[in-house]
Structures are given as structure tokens and as C-alpha cells.
């Protein structure tokens, strides 16, 4: 939980390469956790800091759907979140392939 708030924090200060990596440390202690929100949520912190750089967004909300669908199913907090980051994500990508 404190490397989620900590990547919250880098993310607003414009620090994505430092939330990513906080992300990717944290990576073995989300999946040891009781719950599969932390898992959940540091991928999604990893991904927003992905989609301001445009490198590795949508394997980052993939990854983090696919935590809340098989632990707490699409319609849960986590899973929609994931899913509407994702959505978001591939939105921009083709605007940008598109030209707009």
C-alpha cells in the first residue's frame, strides 16, 4: 500500500520513470498480499505512469484487469477501474495513429 501512495505522489509530481520503478519493486509484495487490491492498483499506478510516456500503459491495466477478473470479477471496483484505464489508454493510442 505505502509503494501505491508513494507512486500517486511521484505521478503528480511528474516523476513517472520513479513510479514505474517503485511499481516494478513492489511487484513481488502486491501478489504476496491477502487481497488482490494492491496487485490491482500498483499495476494501474504503473500504467498512469505508463500513459504520460507512452511505453508499456496498456500491458500495465491488461495486466491489472486481468488480477481483478480472476480474483474479484469485471464488475467489481478494481476491474472497472482497470477496465475504463485501459479503454482509456487505447483510445489515445489510435487518436494518435489517426493522426489526431
Known amino acids: ?5 508513494s507512486s500517486f505522489v511521484k505521478i503528480h509530481r511528474f516523476e513517472f520513470d520513479e513510479a514505474r ?7 513481488p509484495y502486491h501478489h504476496r498480499s491477502n487481497g488482490p ?3 490491482v492498483y500498483g499495476s494501474s499506478y504503473a500504467g ?3 500513459t504520460e510516456q507512452l511505453a508499456g500503459a496498456e500491458e500495465s491495466y491488461q495486466h491489472a484487469l486481468q ?3 480472476e480474483s474479484m470479477g469485471t464488475r467489481s471496483h478494481a476491474g472497472r477501474m482497470a477496465s ?8 489515445e ?6 493522426g489526431h
Do not use: E, I
Not at 485501459?86 to 483510445?91: E, P, Q, S
Open 93 to 98: 493510442q489510435k487518436a494518435r495513429w489517426c
Open 21 to 27: 520503478a517503485l511499481q516494478r519493486w513492489a511487484a
Open 1 to 5: 500500500m505505502a509503494a501505491n501512495l
Open 48 to 50: 498512469l505512469a505508463a
Open 37 to 39: 487490491f494492491s496487485a
Open 84 to 91: 475504463a484505464l485501459l479503454g482509456g489508454v487505447r483510445y
Open 67 to 69: 488480477v481483478a477478473r
